[in-house]
């Protein structure tokens, strides 16, 4: 059964930096897309950083390409979003998400993925 579990959201100025972190099992990152979106109040979820591992490539979105970053760890089953220099508009649940097969030109579409964890709320203030 696939699981993600994330965390590591919280309050920060802005100029600072959080990490989140998705805890996963069931699946190898050898296999599937990993990625991270965000919902803000009143707006829909969109794909933040993505990763496909079918294209090997990596998708940021244009607000947060130089600052944020995506990576995992395979010993520890943990995918992570490093989020430097936040700004108040990265103000949203994030939510970690994985699905086998996703190729890069979709990896940042929510219907592409079948498996999500559940919110982690980071708010950045002025």
């Known amino acids: 059964e696939v699981q993600l579990q994330a965390s590591g959201g919280g309050l920060v100025q802005a100029g600072g930096s959080l990490r989140l972190s998705c805890q996963v099992s069931?699946?190898?990152?050898?296999?599937?897309?990993i990625g991270w979106f965000r919902q803000a109040p009143g707006k829909e979820r969109e794909g933040v950083s993505c990763?496909?591992?079918?294209?090997?490539?990596?998708y940021y979105d244009d607000s947060v390409k130089g600052r944020f970053t995506i990576s995992s760890d395979n010993a520890k089953n943990t995918m992570y979003l490093q989020m430097n220099s936040l700004k108040p508009e990265d103000t949203a649940v994030y939510y970690c998400?994985?699905?086998?097969?996703?190729?890069?030109?979709?990896?940042?579409?929510?219907?592409?993925?079948?498996?999500w964890g559940q919110g982690t709320l980071v708010a950045v203030s002025s």
């Open positions: 998400a994985a699905d086998v097969g996703v190729i890069l030109s979709s990896v940042s579409l929510t219907q592409a993925y079948d498996f």
């Open positions: 069931g699946f190898t990152f050898d296999e599937y897309a």
């Open positions: 990763f496909s591992r079918r294209d090997d490539g990596t």
